[in-house]
Structures are given as structure tokens and as C-alpha cells.
Nanobody, 124 residues
């Protein structure tokens, strides 16, 4: 198991930007595919982006493609989510997850370790 701590959420106006960070503790960080998911009130947790252990492969939900970028710094055991041109519908709690699967159709069940979440609120 790896411990994950997210940071960087906040309140931003539509069209603005935020960068989320997820710091991982434990060894073998590069062996984990990492993902970002989000959950809005009353909705199921949904996939946002995922990245392979080396950072070579990335996948995004259609709703964020072209606006969000996932990347990782394995020397710092940290994965990031750069969010640009934010929209009110991006408002949600954002969760970082570590697992063994990377691809365009990953599910929350594919990831075994989760952070506590960080809130992102986009005002119109």
C-alpha cells in the first residue's frame, strides 16, 4: 500500500487554472500507475486522467481532454494534475489514486490506494 496526500484545491473563477498535487509515501512509486478521479455531490466517482509508471502513457476523460494535463515527478514521488480553462461542471472533490492499471477506461476499482481528496470549486 502507498499513502497518498492531495493538495492544491480551491475556489477559482470559470476560465481559471489550478494545479493539484499528490504526494506518495512508500517505496516503488514508479511501479504504480497513478490516476485522478473526481466526485461531485450526488454523483458517482468518475475517471479524470491516468498516467503510467514512467509517465510515458497518459489517458484522459473526454470531458477534460485538451484542458487538463497529468504528469509525474518520480524523483519527488509526486503526481500532478494541471487544470486549465476550468468550468463550473469541473466542481468536485478530486482524488488521487495508485494502482496497476493505465488506460482510457480505468475504473475506481482498478486502484487500491486513495488519498483523502481535495475540493475544487469553479464559480461562473
Amino acid at each position: 500500500q502507498v499513502q497518498l496526500v492531495e493538495s492544491g484545491g480551491g475556489l477559482v473563477q470559470a476560465g481559471g487554472s489550478l494545479r493539484l498535487s499528490c504526494a506518495a509515501s512508500g517505496r516503488s512509486f514508479t511501479t504504480y500507475a497513478m490516476g485522478w478521479f473526481r466526485q461531485a455531490p450526488g454523483k458517482e466517482r468518475e475517471f479524470v486522467a491516468t498516467i503510467s509508471g514512467t509517465g510515458r502513457y497518459t489517458y484522459y476523460a473526454d470531458s477534460v481532454k485538451g484542458r487538463f494535463t497529468i504528469f509525474r515527478d518520480n524523483a519527488k514521488n509526486t503526481v500532478y494534475l494541471e487544470m486549465n480553462n476550468l468550468k463550473p461542471e469541473d466542481t468536485a472533490a478530486y482524488y488521487c489514486a495508485a494502482g496497476g492499471v493505465v488506460g482510457p477506461t480505468v475504473r475506481p476499482a482498478d486502484f487500491g490506494s486513495w488519498g483523502q481528496g481535495t475540493q475544487v470549486t469553479v464559480s461562473s
